[in-house]
């Protein structure tokens, strides 16, 4: 028990982190395509950069949100955003924890909606395998 609460505060830790050595990159990025192209394309670059920047951080706050989530084995389930659209992929254990991943995963500031069809429901028992 003690090891599994640790383990959640390290991930959600190392997420975070990740999610702020991240966002400056695509801001120096932007910096560096605004001085060497014309003003009527920069705001369209801002645009991008803002908006990837913005999904960066949808799919950490989906991915950390999961991970707090009791009855959910979210190491399972991969997470990918695009333009607020989360696509989540990978196996649950049933239909219910499925409608749960998706509910919390719509609650998530920013999400517009959430594909879940890669979100398949693999029962516990069969997926410890039949040899």
Known sequence: ???TLFFRKS????????TFAVLPLPQVMAQDTTASSPSS???????TVSDKTDD?????KVKSELLDTKNVKSTDISVTTTEGVVALSGTVTSTREKIHVIHVTKLVKGVKSVDASAL????????????
Do not use: F
């Open 41 to 47: 394309s920069s705001s369209s670059s801002n645009e």
């Open 11 to 18: 991930m959600l830790i190392a997420s975070i982190v990740m």
């Open 56 to 60: 960066s951080w949808i799919t950490t």
């Open 120 to 131: 398949s429901v693999v029962p516990a028992s069969s997926a410890g395998g039949s040899q």
């Open 1 to 3: 028990m003690r090891n």
